[in-house]
């Protein structure tokens, strides 16, 4: 993991947003039913400390209980999730 790659993506945080398609496609791929907030529970595994962040080309890719979250880097988008 590189610093870098974790301080940029945390200082993107506030830019963090998704598709409505995208939602449910994280919400259907890591059977997020009750979760209504799909961006917001992004943004706290993200936040959390024990998450492995890592960029590779234009995505970052967060790892975090058995899942793993895509995000376009420039734009901030959550594209998709699933479990490891």
Same mark, same amino acid.
């Given at each position: 993991?590189?610093?870098?790659?974790?301080?940029?993506?945390?200082?993107?945080?506030?830019?963090?947003?998704?598709?409505?398609?995208? $939602?449910?496609?994280?919400?259907?791929?890591?059977?997020?039913?009750?979760?209504?907030?799909?961006?917001?529970?992004?943004?706290?595994?993200?936040?959390?400390?024990?998450?492995?962040?890592?960029?590779?080309?234009?995505?970052?890719?967060?790892?975090?209980?058995?899942?793993?979250?895509?995000? /376009? $880097?420039?734009?901030?988008?959550?594209?998709?999730? /699933?479990?490891?």
């Amino acid at each position: 993991m590189n610093a870098a790659d974790r301080d940029g993506l945390l200082a993107s945080l506030p830019k963090l947003h998704t598709t409505m398609l995208g $939602a449910e496609r994280v919400r259907k791929n890591l059977s997020l039913n009750a979760t209504d907030d799909v961006v917001n529970w992004c943004r706290e595994q993200i936040k959390n400390p024990a998450a492995t962040i890592r960029k590779s080309g234009k995505n970052f890719y967060v790892q975090i209980d058995g899942c793993e979250i895509t995000i /376009h $880097a420039r734009s901030c988008t959550i594209i998709t999730a /699933h479990r490891i």
